[in-house]
T-cell receptor, first 116, second 116 residues
Framework: ETGVTQTPRHLVMGMTNKKSLKCEQHLGHNAMYWYKQSAKKPLELMFVYSLEERVENNSVPSRFSPECPNSSHLFLHLHTLQPEDSALYLC???????????????FGPGTRLTVT | AQSVAQPEDQVNVAEGNPLTVKCTYSVSGNPYLFWYVQYPNRGLQFLLKYITGDNLVKGSYGFEAEFNKSQTSFHLKKPSALVSDSALYFCAVRLNYGGATNKLIFGTGTLLAVQP
């Protein structure tokens, strides 16, 4: 176990549905990340939160809405998705730079999302 | 622009033989380099990293990587491959952009297939 959990592991939703992905880390980290992994494409960084503030949004469509209520939890709210949004969504956490921690990110197992 | 490249989509090796998964990078300043492994239906797992110091870095599961500054490479190696090493391997570089988070840029991944 990596100390980063994600729920649900699988999600099938229609284009008009609203759902949320949840990520929780038990590693004492203070930065969290959302990635999208599609087949035969590089891992895409979507959002970065540092100390519960969003510090990066990589031109992600507004149908994806992140929320970071505290340093241990990260959500990705989904609404009116498109079929091309079907992918594996990965959450990761790390220490922030300069905080005395190590550099590597620790990943959760991902949520396999299918949009029908 | 800072980037990382994995020139091989797939590497095939017989069990017991040595393996190499290639990675080259392009960064400004001193690179922070990482290798991650992804097993089917799982998130990415950290294998090893190079920050500074000895050019040969040892990591989990018997893997090691050699940092070569003149060739801007960070190839992943293992002296004797196991069937259980079959997975998707990602090289990553940490961007030195002065931000507070450890933003990583990932390569496209190399599928390692170890035949019994």
């Amino acid at each position: 176990e990596t100390g980063v959990t994600q729920t649900p592991r699988h999600l099938v939703m229609g284009m008009t549905n609203k759902k949320s992905l949840k990520c929780e880390q038990h590693l004492g980290h203070n930065a969290m990340y959302w990635y999208k992994q599609s087949a035969k494409k590089p891992l895409e960084l979507m959002f970065v939160y540092s100390l519960e503030e969003r510090v990066e949004n990589n031109s992600v469509p507004s149908r994806f809405s992140p929320e970071c209520p505290n340093s241990s939890h990260l959500f990705l709210h989904l609404h009116t998705l498109q079929p091309e949004d079907s992918a594996l969504y990965l959450c990761a956490s790390s220490h922030t730079t300069g905080s005395g921690g190590t550099d590597e990110q620790y990943f959760g197992p991902g949520t396999r999302l299918t949009v029908t | 622009a800072q980037s990382v490249a994995q020139p091989e989509d797939q590497v095939n090796v017989a069990e017991g033989n040595p393996l190499t998964v290639k990675c080259t990078y392009s960064v400004s300043g001193n690179p922070y380099l990482f290798w991650y492994v992804q097993y089917p239906n799982r998130g990415l797992q950290f294998l090893l990293k190079y920050i500074t110091g000895d050019n040969l870095v040892k990591g989990s599961y018997g893997f090691e990587a050699e940092f070569n500054k003149s060739q801007t490479s960070f190839h992943l190696k293992k002296p004797s491959a196991l069937v259980s090493d079959s997975a998707l391997y990602f090289c990553a570089v940490r961007l030195n952009y002065g931000g507070a988070t450890n933003k990583l840029i990932f390569g496209t991944g190399t599928l390692l297939a170890v035949q019994p």
